[in-house]
C-alpha cells in the first residue's frame, strides 16, 4: 500500500469511527489550557483534572498567578510529577504573559515557546485545541501511533521530523483532530506494550499490525 492510500484510508476510518475526538483535560480558557498541558507532561489527564480545580479556583488568571510563588504553587500541584519545576513554570510563565503579552495566550508557536515551561510540543496543542489552527502536537502517541501504522518512513526519527512529515500528508484542516485520533488511538488501542492489533479497527491498514497480531 502505497504512502497516499494508506493516509486517505486510515484518515476516512478515523473520520468514520471516531467523528468525536478532542482533548481529555478540563478548561475553560486558553489560560487554564495553558496550566493544564505544562502540569500534564510526563502525567496522566485524569491526575492533571483533579488537580486544577483547586489551582485554578484559587488562581484563575495569570495575573493571580503571577503574584503568588512556586512555593505556594506547589502545595496545589504536589501530586503530580516532577511540582517543583512546574509551580516555578508555572509562576514565571503566567509573570511574562502579563509582561509581555497583556495577559493573553499569544496565537503563534513562535511567542508561545517564549514561555517558560512551553516546547514545542505544548504550544502546538495550544495552537491546535485553543485556536484550532494546524498544529500536529507530537507526544509519544502520536510517535509510536504514526509509525507502526506506517504514516511516517523509519527515517523521521525525531518528533519534529514526525511532526512535519504528518502535516505534509494531512489535510490542513484535519490536522487538529487527527492529532487527538492519533492519540487516543495510541492511549486506548495502539498501546505502548499490549496493542490490541486484533480489535484495530485499522488494522488492515496498519504496517506493523498483521506481524505484531500474528506474535500474539
Request: charged letters at 25%.
Amino acid at each position: 500500500m502505497g504512502i497516499k492510500e494508506r493516509y486517505e484510508q486510515v484518515l476516512r476510518w478515523f473520520r468514520e469511527n471516531r467523528p468525536l475526538a478532542e482533548t481529555e483535560l478540563n478548561f475553560n480558557n486558553p489560560f487554564e489550557l495553558l496550566v493544564a498541558v505544562i502540569l500534564s507532561a510526563q502525567c496522566t489527564d485524569k491526575r492533571v483534572n483533579q488537580t486544577t480545580p483547586a489551582l485554578l479556583r484559587d488562581y484563575p488568571t495569570p495575573e493571580a498567578m503571577s503574584l503568588t510563588s512556586a512555593e505556594v504553587i506547589y502545595e496545589y500541584i504536589k501530586s503530580i510529577s516532577y511540582p517543583n519545576n512546574k509551580a516555578k513554570h508555572l509562576v514565571a510563565m503566567s509573570q511574562k504573559l502579563v509582561k509581555d503579552f497583556g495577559g493573553k495566550v499569544p496565537e503563534t508557536l513562535e511567542e508561545l515557546t517564549t514561555l517558560p515551561g512551553v516546547g514545542r510540543k505544548t504550544a502546538n496543542v495550544i495552537l491546535s485545541v485553543a485556536w484550532g489552527k494546524a498544529a500536529m502536537a507530537v507526544d509519544t502517541h502520536v510517535f509510536r501511533v504514526s509509525h507502526r501504522i506506517g504514516l511516517v518512513p523509519k527515517s523521521c526519527k525525531t518528533p519534529l521530523s514526525t511532526e512535519l512529515y504528518l502535516t505534509k500528508h494531512i489535510p490542513e484542516e484535519e490536522i487538529p483532530k487527527a492529532h487527538h485520533w492519533l492519540i487516543l488511538h495510541g492511549r486506548y488501542q495502539c498501546t505502548a506494550r499490549q496493542p490490541q492489533c486484533n480489535t484495530c479497527g485499522l488494522l488492515e491498514f496498519c504496517k506493523e499490525g498483521v506481524s505484531l497480531s500474528i506474535q500474539k
